[in-house]
């Protein structure tokens, strides 16, 4: 089946405690993003990847890194969390470029940090 | 900002009512696309209609594209229980290479 896998789903810290959002992918697709959703803002974009060791900020990077090592996988880590970065975050593919077609969108990590 | 603007932010029918909402946007496109979202969970992607196609249509979707107005309708027919969500569009705009801006959604609740 085809899926874009995050974990975990849910997941309490403290500020300063780092942490990794994990985020897979099995369609081969070279397109993965993260985004943020906050009530009454939407989803922002984090940071992108157009293929592998190839990543680009998106519109909120402060406080988040990524990587891209291989292509089924983009996880999102949070050095030094902040209460701030309370969020649901959502993990996204694409077979190509973002806007050209179909984002695969993960179930989403709700990250609480206090 | 050049983030799209859905309207309205919500709306509750009757079930077996057409829902319609609106999504406005700032510039010139290439795409517009529709995401659903049930609550809390990923977006599910509904339909794409490109900067040159006026109308698409998906099984009780509707959407239609006006440029000179810069906006994007999306209509349900026959409206179920199980279409009550949020409804995104997200535009992907000619001056932003690789990156789609997402609206803040229009939240659907179907009356039984």
């Known amino acids: 089946e085809a899926q874009v896998t995050q974990n975990p789903r849910y997941l309490i810290t403290v500020t300063g405690k780092k942490l990794t959002v994990t985020c897979s992918q099995n369609?081969?697709?070279?397109?993965m993003s993260w985004y943020r959703q906050d009530p009454g803002l939407g989803l922002r974009q984090i940071y992108y990847?157009?293929?592998?060791?190839?990543?680009d900020k998106g519109d909120v990077p402060e406080g988040y890194k990524v990587s891209r090592k291989e292509k089924r996988n983009f996880p999102l880590i949070l050095e030094s969390p902040s209460p701030n970065q309370t969020s649901l975050y959502f993990c996204?593919?694409?077979?190509?470029?973002?806007?050209?077609?179909?984002?695969?969108f993960g179930e989403g990590s709700r990250l609480t940090v206090l | 900002s050049q983030q799209g603007e859905e309207d309205p932010q919500a709306l509750s029918i009757q079930e077996g009512e057409n829902a319609t909402m609106n999504c406005s946007y700032k510039?010139?496109?290439?795409?517009l696309q529709w995401y659903r979202q049930n609550s809390g969970r990923g977006l599910v992607h509904l339909i794409l209609i490109r900067s040159n196609e006026r109308e698409k249509h998906s099984g009780r979707l509707r959407v239609t594209l006006d440029t000179s107005k810069k906006s994007s309708s999306l209509l349900i027919t026959a409206s179920r229980a199980a279409d009550t969500a949020s409804y995104f569009c997200a535009t992907d705009y000619t001056n932003r290479d690789d990156k789609i801006i997402f609206g803040k959604g229009t939240r659907l609740h179907i009356l039984p």
């Open positions: 990847s157009m293929n592998v060791e190839v990543t």
């Open positions: 510039t010139s496109i290439n795409n």
């Open positions: 996204a593919s694409s077979l190509f470029r973002q806007g050209s077609g179909e984002l695969f």
């Open positions: 369609m081969n697709h070279e397109y």
